[in-house]
């Protein structure tokens, strides 16, 4: 038995009913580290003339959440275009050119602007850093599908499982929380079907070496 007893665009809570504790933590660790989102990997900056050293201000940029439409974009490795410097099937351009008037100012996730209005930060108000008068800070930056086990800012939710102590069989609650690249229940669904496909590979994997077991059997001897 499998319930929804709490869902929100951010978060969703399931109770699986007589399923083993490995199952679910399977679902727990797929979600968290195999299940793809965008995030900036790779920027060229042209001027950065703040107080932030460039390779902090890659990494912050880095951790930006991005909204993902999932199915619109592959992995650069099993993209076609077999380039480094991607395509629009596998990667997203974003830029941002900021420069600071007399009173200063704070660099936020609003001011980056990207060119796919699908792929872009999931807030206006993400400090990026602060600018002093005359500063500026001008950058080109590229986003891409990952997945946690690549890098934590690939990875798109918190995952927790509970057990119900007051049950008299194996029932646990699957809490996950979206860092908000995906809707919570989009990284629920795509965790199963990860881990269906691992299991009907599994299954395919031991048919075939079984038959050929069975094959060679008569030579043997």
């Given amino acids: 038995m499998i319930e929804v007893i709490e869902q929100s665009e951010s978060r969703i809570a399931v109770r699986f009913g007589g399923y083993p504790i490995q199952y679910v933590n399977a679902l727990r660790r797929i979600a968290m580290v195999e299940v793809p989102i965008m995030a900036i990997d790779d920027v060229v900056i042209y ?4 107080v932030m050293h460039d390779e902090i201000l ?3 940029l880095g951790l930006i959440p991005l909204s993902t439409p999932l199915h619109r974009f592959v992995r650069q490795e099993e993209c076609e275009c ?26 936020t996730s609003a001011d980056i602007i990207s060119e796919d ?31 946690g086990k690549m890098h934590a800012k690939w990875q798109p939710t918190t995952v927790s499982i509970v057990k119900e102590v007051d049950s008299s069989k194996d029932d646990y609650i699957l809490e996950l929380e979206s860092v908000g690249s995906l809707p919570a229940r989009d990284i629920l669904i795509e965790a199963i079907n990860i ?8 299954g395919d994997s031991i048919g075939g070496g079984l038959r050929a077991y069975a094959d060679a059997k008569p030579n043997i001897g």
């Fill in 47 to 50: 001027e950065n003339s703040s």
């Fill in 82 to 107: 077999k380039s480094p410097l991607g395509c629009p099937r596998c990667r997203v351009l974003l830029y941002l050119d900021v420069r600071a008037d007399e009173k200063g100012r704070i660099v």
């Fill in 195 to 202: 881990l269906e496909e691992k299991i009907t590979n599994l």
């Fill in 117 to 147: 209005e699908s792929v872009k930060p999931i807030s206006d108000n993400i400090p990026i850093v602060t600018l002093a008068k005359g500063q500026g800070i001008r950058f080109e930056a590229y986003a891409r599908l990952g997945i």
């Fill in 58 to 60: 890659a990494h912050r």
